[in-house]
C-alpha cells in the first residue's frame, strides 16, 4: 500500500514539473499564459509530493517490507536500525529518488522564498529546474523504479554492503546530493537569468545562498569521505585520486570558483560572463560525476554497483542539459555587456587570478581522470594516478595560497601594491624562515611538503588580515566567514604537508607479548581474542601503547561479514593533539608461527586535514548565515562593501 | 558458546578462491635501512596491484600485491634504482601497472598539459583587463 | 579569434567529452591484462615439482628445440577444471604441455590431476606466485604458447574453450 502510494505520488510531482516546464516555455515564447500562474504553485506541489515519496520509501526500509525488491536486495531483517535508514538511499534507485526529491524541495523554497529577482526570471528558473527534474523523473519510473514488488517476499534480504554499515559513510552520499543539487539551482538562476537577460547584481544575489549552501555541503561531503576512507579502508589514506573521488572533487572546485565569482558579481557587477560560465560548468562536472561513478567506464576502488545502462541514460540527460544550456551561452553572452572594468591588482583581479588557479586545477583532473579512456581507445591501456596528480596539482595549489596571501587585503576596483608591501614583507619572512628551517632540520621531505608547511603557515596569518583594524562586533558575518574559510584552508594544507612529510610506518609480525616501535612510541601487542557482532565475527588485538610515561590501549580489528561475505579491517586510532596513532591488525599469514601481522603508523596533525575541511564549511557556514539575517537589517557601512 | 562458534567460524573463513601458500618474507617486513625503506614504500604507492580494482601495492592485501613488494623490496636491497624497478614491472605488465605515465608519445600531452592550460586560462582572461575604450 | 567565436569553446568541450563518455559506454572494457613478456625469452626460473610423481619445472626444459604450451593453473580455479578436455585434446594432437600450478598444495594438486587427468610433462610450484610474476601473468588460468628457443610467443587468458583449440594448433604449426 504505502509503496504504491510513493508511487502514486512520484507520478504526480513528475505530472507537477512538466506543468512547470510547459509553462516556462509558453512564457519564453510569447509572455504570460494561463499556465503561468500555475508555475509557483506547481514547484511547491512537486516538492512536497517528492518529500511524501522519500518518507514512503524510508518506510518501507524502516519495517523492513521485503515484498518490495529495492528493500529485499539492500537490507536485512538484522540490520542496525539506522542502517536500515541510510539504507533507503545506499543503492541506485534510492539514491536517485533522494536526488529528486531534494531538486524538488529546491524548487519548492525558490518559489516559496525568492523575492530578489523579477517573477519572470524566477519563474523561468523553476521551469528550468523542473526540466532537469524530468530527466530524473522519467529516469526512476521507466527504468529505476524503486517501489517496485518482489513476490513472493524473501524471508531475509541479501543485506547491505559491510563497508555501507558505518555512520560516516551513511550519511556520505546525501551530503554530496545536497551539493549537486544546490549546484543544479545556480545553473537553473543562470540558464534563466540568460533567457531574460538578467544577469547581474539582483540574479547574483539570488543565485549566492544557494551556491554557498551547495558549497558548504560539497567540502563537509569532501571531508567526511576523505576521513572514512582514512579509517575504514584500513591503509591510513585520505586521498588516492580515484576517479571516484575526482568525481566529487570537480564540482567542488568549480563551485568555488564560482562562488567567489558570484561575490563579484553581486558587488561590483563584474564577471558576469565569467559567473554564468561556472555555473554551467559546475552542475555540468555534477552531473559527469554523478555518470563517471555509475557507469563503470573508468576501474575504480570504489566499486559501486555499475551498469553501462543506467550510465547511458544519466550520459543522455548530462549532454541535454549542459549542449542546451552552452548553446544559449554562446548565443546570449555575447550580448551582455561588459560589467564595471578594474584592475590587475586589485580585489577583482586577485579573484580573477583564484578562478584561474582553481579552473586548471579542474582541467588537469578532469583529463587526467579520463585520459585512460582516451588511451584505451587507441590501443594503450595506461594508469594515471597519485604520482601524476600530486606532482601536477601541487605547484598550482601552492600559487593559489600565495595569491590569496594578498588577495583578501586588496581593495575593490584598483589597488596599490605599496600600500600592503609590510604584510607582504612578514609573509615572506614566515615562508623563508620556515622553508629554512624545514630544509635544515628535515631536508628528505620533499619538496612539496615543505612549501606546503610554509605556505599554510604564512596564510594562517595572512587570513586574519582583513579583520585587522575593525570593529570585530560591528564587522558583517561574511568577512568572518571568509577568514576562517581561508584560515580553515591553511589548517588543511598544513595537516596534508605535515602528514605527507612526516609520517612514520611500522610493519612487523607481532606474537603475543612482542612490542615495535613507532617514532617515538612503544606498542606491545597484549592479546588476541576473538569477538562477536551484529553481523560479523572479528579478531581483535589488544594494544598497550607507551609514550613518555602515558599508557593508552588500542583494539584494532579485522571482521569477517556474512551477509555479504566480506572482510574487513578496522583500524584502531589514537587522536593526540599532535597527531594521530594508527594501528592495523591481520589475519595471520599462513607461515604459521603464531604471529599477526601488524601495521602502524604515526600521523603528525594528520587530524588538521579534516578540522581544515570543517572550518572551511563552517566559514561558509557563517557567511550564509551572515547573508540571511543581513537581509533583515540595514548593511553596516564599511570599506570593503561600498561599491 | 557463541564465543567458540564465532573462533572456529574464524578459523574457517574462506580465503577468497586465491589458493593458500606462503606471504613471501620481504612482503610484509620492512628493510632495515630506512632511508632505503623509504624509497620502496614511495615506489609501492606508485605501483598499480594488478588483480584489485584500483589500489596500489602498497594498500592492497591481495597475494599479488604481496609477491610484488617482495619483488620491489628484494630489488632495491639489492640496488636497483626505483626507476629501474619501474621499468621492470612495465615490462612485465605493460604501462597499466604504473600509476605514474611515461613522459613519451601520449604521456608527453599529459605532463605538458597542466602549463598549456595556465598560460591558455591567463591568455583568455587578458580580456578581463582591457581598458574600455 | 574573436568573442563571439570564443563562446563557442565550451560546447566544443562538453562534444568533446561527451564523445569519449559515448565511446566509454559503447566499446566494452577489456579488462583482461596482457602480458607484456611476450615476443621476449623466457624470464629464468626453478621451479619445485607441484605434487609427488611429476617433475619440476624450469625454463631450460622450455627452450629444448620444440615448442610447446605453457598453462598457469592452480586446483582452487574453477575455469582450470572446465578447461581440462580441451588440454587433453591438445595432449593428443601430440603437444606437449608444461604446467606451472599457483599457490597449491601437493594433495590438491594430486587429487586435480587425479580427477581431470593429467596432460602436463612437467609441473611446476609457484606457492609464492613470483614466477607469475616475472612472466606478466596475472591469473588463472593462462597459457603460453612456447617457441622453441625459450621465447614467449603468444598468451591466452583465460580458459581454453574447444574454438580455441585449432588456433592454438596453427600457433605451434608455425613456430616450427
Known amino acids: 500500500m504505502m509503496a504504491e502510494a510513493g508511487l502514486a505520488a512520484l507520478w504526480l510531482a513528475a505530472a507537477m514539473a512538466l506543468l512547470q516546464f510547459a509553462g516556462g516555455l509558453t512564457l519564453m515564447r510569447g509572455g504570460a499564459g494561463q499556465l503561468t500562474p500555475l508555475i509557483k504553485p506547481a514547484a511547491i506541489v512537486q516538492g512536497a509530493l517528492c518529500i511524501f515519496s522519500f518518507f514512503a520509501l524510508m518506510y518501507l526500509f524502516t519495517i523492513t517490507d521485503l515484498s518490495v525488491l529495492l528493500v529485499a536486495s539492500n537490507s536485512h531483517i538484522d540490520k542496525p536500525m539506522i542502517f536500515k535508514l541510510a539504507g533507503t538511499w545506499g543503492n541506485h534507485e534510492g539514491s536517485m529518488l533522494l536526488w529528486v526529491t531534494i531538486l524538488s524541495v529546491s524548487g519548492a523554497a525558490i518559489a516559496l522564498i525568492e523575492k530578489r529577482i523579477d517573477t519572470r526570471t524566477l519563474q523561468v528558473t523553476l521551469a528550468v529546474q523542473a526540466f532537469i527534474a524530468l530527466g530524473f523523473f522519467a529516469f526512476l519510473l521507466f527504468s529505476s523504479n524503486p517501489f517496485e514488488r518482489l513476490l513472493p517476499a524473501p524471508a531475509q534480504g541479501a543485506g547491505l554492503n559491510p563497508l555501507l554499515q558505518d555512520i560516516g559513510l551513511a550519511f556520505h552520499p546525501p551530503t554530496l546530493y545536497f551539493g549537486y543539487v544546490g549546484l543544479s539551482v545556480a545553473f537553473s538562476f543562470a540558464v534563466a537569468a540568460m533567457l531574460t537577460r538578467q544577469i547581474g547584481p539582483a540574479f547574483a544575489r539570488a543565485m549566492r545562498p544557494w551556491v554557498l549552501g551547495a558549497w558548504i555541503f560539497l567540502t563537509l561531503g569532501i571531508t567526511a569521505g576523505s576521513y572514512w576512507a582514512y579509517y575504514e579502508l584500513g591503509w591510513g589514506g585520505w586521498w588516492f585520486w580515484d576517479p571516484v573521488e575526482n568525481a566529487s572533487l570537480m ?256 610493519l612487523t609480525a607481532l606474537a603475543p607479548g612482542e612490542s615495535a616501535k613507532v617514532a617515538g612510541w612503544q606498542v606491545k601487542l597484549v592479546d588476541v581474542n576473538p569477538v562477536v557482532g551484529d553481523n560479523w565475527v572479528a579478531i581483535e588485538g589488544e594494544m598497550r601503547a607507551r609514550t613518555g610515561g602515558k599508557s593508552f590501549v588500542l583494539r584494532p580489528q579485522s571482521r569477517q561479514f556474512f551477509q555479504p561475505e566480506m572482510q574487513t579491517s578496522e583500524a584502531a586510532l589514537l587522536t593526540r593533539w599532535n597527531g594521530q596513532l594508527y594501528a592495523v591488525i591481520a589475519q595471520p599469514d599462513e607461515n604459521g608461527d603464531g604471529r599477526w601481522q601488524v601495521r602502524l603508523w604515526w600521523k603528525p596533525f594528520v587530524s588538521f586535514i579534516w578540522l581544515g575541511g570543517v572550518l572551511v564549511a563552517l566559514g561558509g557556514l557563517i557567511a550564509l548565515l551572515g547573508r540571511m539575517f543581513r537581509r533583515a537589517k540595514k548593511p553596516a557601512k564599511n570599506r570593503w562593501s561600498e561599491a | 558458546m557463541k564465543l567458540i562458534a564465532a573462533s572456529i567460524l574464524l578459523l574457517a573463513a574462506p580465503v577468497f578462491a586465491q589458493g593458500t601458500g606462503p606471504t613471501p618474507e620481504l612482503a610484509n617486513r620492512q628493510l632495515p635501512d630506512p632511508a632505503q625503506e623509504a624509497t620502496a614504500t614511495k615506489l609501492m604507492h606508485g605501483l598499480r596491484c594488478i588483480q584489485c580494482q584500483g589500489q596500489s601495492i602498497a594498500d592492497s592485501d591481495a597475494p599479488m600485491a604481496a609477491t610484488m613488494r617482495a619483488e620491489v623490496r628484494q630489488q632495491i636491497s639489492a640496488g636497483q634504482a626505483p626507476e629501474a624497478i619501474r621499468q621492470w614491472m612495465i615490462e612485465r605488465y605493460g604501462e597499466w601497472v604504473s600509476f605514474e605515465p611515461e613522459m613519451k608519445g601520449a604521456g608527453l600531452i599529459l605532463w605538458a598539459m597542466p602549463l598549456l592550460v595556465l598560460l591558455i586560462a591567463f591568455w583568455l582572461a587578458r580580456g578581463l583587463f582591457r581598458r574600455r575604450t | ?137 596475472s591469473g588463472v588460468p593462462e597459457t603460453y604458447v612456447i617457441g622453441g628457443d625459450g621465447t614467449i610467443l603468444y598468451q591466452h587468458i583465460g580458459d581454453i574453450r574447444a574454438e580455441h583449440v585449432p588456433m592454438l594448433l596453427d600457433k605451434l604449426r608455425s613456430a616450427q
Open chain 1, 251 to 506: 564540482p567542488w572546485l568549480a563551485a568555488t570558483a564560482l562562488l567567489h565569482s558570484v561575490s563579484v558579481l553581486a558587488t561590483r557587477n563584474a564577471l558576469r560572463a565569467w559567473t554564468v560560465m561556472l555555473a554551467l560548468v559546475a552542475f555540468a562536472m555534477s552531473m559527469a560525476g554523478t555518470f563517471l561513478v555509475r557507469s563503470g567506464i573508468l576501474t575504480s576502488v570504489h566499486a559501486f554497483a555499475v551498469d553501462p545502462k543506467r550510465g547511458s541514460f544519466i550520459l543522455a540527460l548530462m549532454l541535454i542539459y549542459t549542449s542546451l544550456a552552452f548553446v544559449i551561452f554562446a548565443l546570449r553572452i555575447g550580448t551582455v555587456k561588459q560589467g564595471e572594468p578594474f584592475q590587475l591588482l586589485s580585489r577583482e583581479g586577485g579573484i580573477v587570478a583564484n578562478n584561474i588557479f582553481l579552473s586548471v586545477i579542474l582541467a588537469v583532473v578532469l583529463i587526467g581522470t579520463l585520459y585512460p579512456l582516451a588511451a584505451e581507445a587507441m590501443g594503450d591501456k595506461i594508469s594515471v594516478g597519485p604520482p601524476y596528480f600530486n606532482k601536477t596539482t601541487a605547484p598550482i595549489a601552492l600559487l593559489l595560497m600565495l595569491a590569496l596571501l594578498l588577495g583578501p587585503m586588496l581593495r575593490w576596483r584598483r589597488d596599490d601594491i605599496k600600500r600592503h608591501k609590510y604584510w607582504l614583507v612578514g609573509f615572506f619572512a614566515i615562508i623563508l624562515w620556515s622553508g629554512v628551517a624545514l630544509w635544515k632540520y628535515a631536508p628528505n621531505i620533499g619538496i612539496f611538503p615543505m612549501l606546503g608547511l610554509a605556505f599554510a603557515l604564512a596564510l594562517a596569518v595572512a587570513a586574519w588580515v582583513p579583520l585587522k583594524g575593525r570593529k570585530l562586533l560591528r564587522t558583517p558575518l561574511p568577512v568572518f566567514g571568509m577568514v576562517i574559510a581561508h584560515f580553515g584552508l591553511a589548517v588543511s594544507v598544513f595537516g596534508m604537508a605535515s602528514e605527507s612529510g612526516f609520517s612514520k610506518e611500522t
Open chain 3, 1 to 137: 579569434m574573436n568573442r563571439s567565436m570564443l563562446l563557442w569553446i565550451p560546447l566544443a568541450v562538453v562534444a568533446f567529452i561527451g564523445g569519449w563518455f559515448i565511446y566509454g559506454l559503447a566499446v566494452p572494457k577489456d579488462d583482461m591484462l596482457h602480458s607484456a613478456m611476450v615476443g621476449k625469452v623466457l624470464p629464468v626460473f626453478t621451479l619445485p615439482p607441484a605434487t609427488a610423481g611429476i617433475e619440476g619445472l624450469s625454463n631450460l626444459n622450455m627452450a629444448d628445440g620444440k615448442p610447446r604450451l605453457l598453462n598457469i593453473f592452480a586446483s582452487w580455479c574453477i575455469p582450470c577444471k572446465a578447461e581440462a578436455p580441451q588440454l587433453e585434446a591438445l595432449k593428443e594432437a601430440g603437444v606437449e604441455i608444461d604446467a606451472i600450478a599457483i599457490r597449491d598444495k601437493p594433495e590438491d594438486v594430486a587429487a586435480f590431476l587425479q580427477e581431470f587427468g593429467n596432460p602436463f610433462r612437467r609441473i611446476g610450484s609457484d606457492s609464492e606466485m613470483a614466477v607469475q610474476l616475472k612472466l606478466g601473468s
